[in-house]
């Protein structure tokens, strides 16, 4: 088992430099955004066009303070904040947290924005502001927010999935099959497996029936779904659609290995909708590849046109020299160091193997965001969408667009014609995300 809060996590704080003339006196003094304590700043060297920076004394750190260093300008100054729950203070009036400092280290586990100086987009392990003598030990992750169940009971931990043999690597087909109205029952089985997910990239996931994402779910609206949910996995799991209305503590149950429990609704809005696993702490559980679509067509149908479904996703490994990667819930809490993005769970598939398309007839895309963390700005190169829906519903209708923009957990559709033979790249238009992965080939004959 591997434990990914064992260590400290490092946020990247940028204080910049203040812009006076070198050879000037410094006397700026930001304060630390962990701690709200003053950090003082020695004078400009004009040798190696760097500033000479005293850390601060934090109030929990009083007389832990280290002696001056250099810096360049264009460094950052790093704060080590370990990743633990926002919990209130019990010992204070009304449970707040004992002081800001607590607060945001806090936040930071939960993912949450750090309002301070910003986060800078650097990697783990740059210089530290040193801070470690008195850090605290990591939380447990399912201690701190609950499961779609509204419970924090049955939670997984620290638990990462154990690796298994390999499953023989195939391209998730994207072509999405059309679908009649009437009664439909799904059964979802939760599995480990170890799987490609990037050239040469073996990773240990837990999946939907042993794929990352798991199966497209198409239905129609008006339909009565019965989902059965069976955990054939190690660890517990559940299941949550984003497309029903239900409460989800009687059907989203945690399932403990080899249970299985059978529940029915009807699908009563339109939609490309997300269903993931709701077992805490059900960041790791979507991290890990437990995530699929499920597609609502509206009762009066989707007008003639090639359907394809890209589901996008991240995945954040542990640092470590062993072959097969595992999830990283530490990482995940950063929110923006993935190791790839990726659409239906293959960072270079659709690369290496083009989709293809029909010239001069209409393409529809549905897009689901899985997430965990980041959004998608979705972009064909070459295309204009002729339309676009919000969470592809038919009355969410525009016109004209460039992008789509597909938050964690969301869904869109957008319907276009390529009109002569080429091929054209289907992107995250944030491309870093792009550099990461997300993108498709779509080759049109």
């Known amino acids: 088992m591997h434990n990914p809060l064992s260590h400290d996590t490092t946020l990247n704080i940028l204080i910049p430099w203040d812009g006076q003339v070198p050879g000037e006196s410094r006397d700026l003094s930001p304060r630390c955004p962990?701690?709200?304590?003053?950090?003082?700043?020695?004078?400009?060297?004009?040798?190696?066009?760097?500033?000479?920076v005293m850390t601060s004394r934090c109030d929990e750190h009083e007389g832990n303070q280290s002696g001056p260093r250099t810096r360049r300008r264009s460094a950052m100054t790093n704060f080590r904040i370990p990743p633990l729950p926002v919990t209130p203070d019990t010992?204070?009036?009304?449970?707040?947290?004992?002081?800001r400092r607590a607060f945001i280290r806090g936040a930071a586990s939960l993912g949450l924005a750090v309002g301070a100086a910003g986060m800078a987009s650097g990697r783990l392990g740059a210089q530290e502001h040193e801070h470690a003598s008195a850090t605290p030990g990591a939380a447990t992750p399912g201690s701190s927010y609950v499961g779609s169940d509204a419970s924090t009971s049955d939670s997984t931990g620290?638990?990462?999935?154990?690796?298994?043999?390999?499953?023989?690597?195939?391209?998730?087909?994207?072509?999405?099959?059309?679908?009649?109205?009437?009664?439909?029952?799904?059964?979802?089985?939760?599995?480990?497996?170890?799987?490609?997910?990037?050239?040469?990239?073996?990773?240990?996931?837990?999946t939907f029936d042993g794929t990352i994402p798991g199966r497209t779910l198409r239905v129609v609206e008006g339909d009565t779904?019965?989902?059965?949910?069976?955990?054939?996995?190690?660890?517990t799991h559940s299941l949550d659609t984003h497309a029903a209305k239900t409460p989800p503590d009687t059907n989203y149950k945690n399932l403990q290995p080899g249970e299985e429990f059978t529940w029915s609704f009807v699908a009563?809005?339109?939609?490309?909708?997300?269903?993931?696993?709701?077992?805490?702490?059900?960041?790791?559980?979507?991290?890990?590849?437990?995530?699929?679509a499920m597609i609502v067509d509206p009762k009066e149908g989707w007008s003639p046109a090639q359907e394809l479904i890209l589901v996008q996703s991240e995945f954040y490994f542990e640092r470590s020299e062993?072959?097969?990667?595992?999830?990283?819930?530490s990482t995940m809490m950063l929110g923006g160091f993935m190791d790839h993005v990726v659409f239906n769970g293959h960072a270079s598939q659709y690369v290496d193997n083009p989709i293809p398309v029909r010239v001069g007839e209409p393409v529809?895309?549905?897009?689901?965001?899985?997430?965990?963390?980041?959004?998608?700005?979705?972009?064909?190169?070459?295309?204009i969408f002729d339309r676009g829906y919000i969470n592809a519903h038919p009355k969410n209708e525009l016109f004209g667009l460039q992008t789509v923009s597909v938050g964690p957990g969301d869904g869109a559709c957008v319907e276009f014609t390529v009109e002569e033979p080429g091929t054209y790249v289907a992107v995250n238009h944030?491309?870093?995300?792009?550099?990461h992965g997300a993108i498709a080939l779509l080759k049109a004959e």
């Open 430 to 435: 944030a491309f870093g995300h792009a550099a």
């Open 91 to 99: 010992s204070l009036p009304g449970g707040q947290p004992a002081n």
């Open 158 to 206: 620290d638990a990462t999935p154990d690796p298994t043999a390999v499953t023989p690597f195939t391209v998730y087909d994207p072509v999405l099959p059309s679908v009649q109205a009437g009664p439909k029952e799904f059964t979802v089985v939760s599995r480990d497996a170890t799987l490609n997910v990037a050239k040469d990239v073996i990773y240990a996931g837990w």
């Open 364 to 383: 529809r895309i549905f897009l689901v965001n899985a997430g965990p963390n980041i959004w998608s700005s979705f972009h064909i190169v070459g295309a």
């Open 268 to 292: 009563k809005v339109p939609g490309a909708y997300m269903y993931h696993c709701g077992t805490p702490p059900v960041l790791l559980h979507i991290g890990a590849g437990m995530y699929g």
């Open 34 to 52: 962990v701690d709200g304590t003053l950090i003082t700043r020695g004078p400009y060297d004009t040798a190696s066009q760097a500033d000479v």
């Open 322 to 329: 062993e072959p097969v990667k595992v999830p990283s819930m």
């Open 225 to 235: 779904v019965t989902m059965t949910v069976r955990n054939e996995s190690q660890f």
